[in-house]
């Protein structure tokens, strides 16, 4: 069975620029969160979604948003991009959205973007 | 794939020895902890978990214990391998609601032969 499948993995854009990146879940997963991980930090919330309902967001501006589709795929979308948003950008995806014993997070290998 | 622990500090433990990472958490609302192992390239992979009102749980070569009081966390493996080499790290959520987890900074693990 294929995981977390993000697209692309690499990607360098100039400050001011707009970004999309994207996120397929494993089958059957109906909930996709969105991590950035800063080089040499874990990794950081800043999305979840939930059968195409946003269920959570992290302390990030509103440059980021993120929507998910009907066949559970995801976008994160960043506007007017910064050289602060180069970073790993993570997706995970799980059965609920409720981590527990019961319903483990899996990640994506993750879009390594660098901003210029 | 860069290395996501280039700054992070460092365990260099001998192939075989055992190895213990630590972690503190910071919320102490949250009751449910997970360790993650990320190499190079690649995204967080679950190692184990625990619930808060458990202080231990073993896993195959892993064990992790939970002290409350002082809210740390440590990962314990078993005759390290050279294919433990990663970063470590520990993640915290309080249980229900939605999938936020907060990671805490990492330790790098090298494993020398």
């Known amino acids: 069975d294929a995981g977390v499948t993000q697209s692309p993995t690499h990607l360098i854009k100039t400050r001011g620029q707009h970004v999309t990146l994207r996120c397929s879940p494993i089958?059957?997963?109906?909930?996709v969160s969105w991590y950035q991980q800063v080089l040499g930090q874990g990794p950081q919330f800043i999305f979840q979604y939930y059968e195409k309902e946003e269920r959570g967001r992290g302390n990030f501006p509103d440059r980021f948003s993120a929507r998910q589709f009907p066949n559970y795929s995801s976008e994160l979308n960043v506007n007017a991009l910064l050289l602060g948003d180069s970073a790993l950008y993570l997706c995970?995806?799980?059965?609920?959205?409720?981590?527990?014993?019961?319903?483990?997070?899996?990640f994506g290998s993750g879009t390594q973007l660098s901003v210029l | 794939g860069e290395s996501v622990g280039l700054h992070l500090p460092t365990l260099s433990v001998q192939e075989g020895d055992n190895s213990i990472i630590n972690c503190a958490y910071s919320n102490s609302a949250s009751d449910y902890f997970i360790w993650y192992k990320q190499e190079s390239g690649k995204g967080p992979q679950f190692i184990i978990d625990i619930r808060s009102n458990m202080d231990k749980r073993q896993g195959q070569r892993v064990t992790v214990l939970l002290n409350k009081t002082v809210k740390h966390l440590s990962l314990q493996i078993a005759a390290t391998q050279p294919g433990d080499s990663a970063v470590y790290f520990c993640a915290e959520k309080i249980t229900g609601g939605y999938n936020k987890l907060i990671f805490g900074a990492g330790t790098r693990l090298a494993v020398h032969p």
């Open positions: 995970a995806s799980s059965y609920f959205g409720v981590t527990d014993f019961n319903e483990k997070l899996f």
């Open positions: 089958s059957g997963h109906k909930s």
